[in-house]
C-alpha cells in the first residue's frame, strides 16, 4: 500500500517570497492554508499552534528567519546582521521546550555569520533559503529512515497506541512515530492504531486521527483514559510516540500525559518507543530533570475551545509536556538506527553518546 504524502508548509517564490501552512487549529472541520509573510506571523503561527510538532516548528523558524530579513537594496551589513540577532531572539522566544526551534535557529544564525564580509546582504539572504530549504529536505529524508527502520519492530496485525500528533502534520511531510506506521503499512503489514485524544487541545483527535483517515490507516480514537483498557485487553502491543526534546541519557519530553502511558506500557509488558530526528537530541542537558516544560494559558482547561467547562476562579495546572525517564523505553527510533538502553555504546566509548542497534 503507497501512503500518500502530506505538505505541512511550504515556501513560496524566492527570497522575497512567504511561508505557506496548513493552520492546524482549524483541523479537522476545516482545512484552511495561511501564508505567514513576516517574522511575526511566524511567530504567531508557533506561539498559537497553527504550526506545531518539534521538526516543524524548526522548519517554520529556518524560513521565519528569512522572512524577518527582507529588506530594500542597499542595506549596510551591519543593520542586517542587527536584524538577524533580533530576529532570531524574537522567534527564539515562541516556545521553550522543543529543541528544534533552536537547533534551527542556532544552524541559520551561523550559515548567516560564515558569510559575513564575503558577501552582500542580498547574497546573504539566498544563502539563508537555500540553508532553511536544505533543513526542510533533510526532516524529509530523516522521517523517511525513521520509517524504515522502525518498521522493523512492528509485526504484521499488531495494534499501535499513540499519543499527540508525529506525523507529517508535525514535520516535513511523514512524520516521525506515524512513519513506523506508515513504513510498517506500506512494506504489506496489517496495522491498526489507537489514537489518544491528547487533552487538553486534543491534538490526537483532531490531527493524529484526521490524517491517518486522510492516508487511509486503520484507526480508532480514544479518550486518554481508556489507555490502560485497551492495553488490559490485549488490543495494544506497542507504544509509539514522538520527542520534543531528548536529554544526553535518554530521557524524553513529549506531549503531556506520555509518561503515563510508559508507566501503563511497563506496567503491561508493552514495548513503549520514542521517534525522533538527531535533531531532537540536547545532549547539553544531562537528564530530563533539565529539560524546561512549557507552561500554557490555564483557559486552555477552563475554557476548551471557547466553552467553559470548569468553575469560575479554580486554579489550573497547565504543563505542556511531561518527561519520560529512559528506563521506561525500550527504543528511541531516529535516522541512522534504533538506540536502545542504557544510551552509552559498548565497551571504548564516551558517556552519554547513544548506542545504534542497526544503521542506515
Known sequence: MHVKSLETLRWIGDTQGWLRMIDQTRLPTEFVEIDCRDVEDVWEAIKSLRVRGAPAIGIAAAYGVVLGLQAPAGESQERFFQRLDEVVA??????PTAVNLFWALDRMKKAGLGLRGRASPGE??????????????????????IGRHGATLLADGQGVLTHCNAGGLATADYGTALAVVFAAVEAGKRIHVYADETRPLLQGARLTAWELVQRGIDVTLLCD????????????????????????????ANKIGTYSLAVLAHAHGIPFYVAAPSSTFDLSLPNGDAIPIEQRDPREVTHGFGRQTAPDG???????????????IHAIICEHGILKPPLVPPSGGRRGEPSIERTV
Not at 90 to 95: C, D, N, T, V
Not at 225 to 252: C, H, K, P
Open 124 to 145: 546573504i539572504l539566498a544563502a539563508l533559503l537555500a540553508e532553511a530549504r536544505s533543513i526542510h529536505e533533510e526532516d524529509r529524508r530523516m522521517c523517511r529512515a
Open 314 to 328: 479554580v486554579k489550573v495546572y497547565n504543563p505542556a509536556f511531561d518527561v519520560t525517564p529512559a528506563r521506561l
Open 90 to 95: 524574537r522567534l527564539a522566544s515562541s516556545r
Open 225 to 252: 483514559s481508556m489507555a490502560g483498557q485497551v492495553m488490559r485487553e490485549g488490543r495494544v502491543q506497542a507504544v509509539l510516540v514522538g520527542a520534543d526534546r531528548i536529554a544526553a541519557n535518554g530521557d524524553t
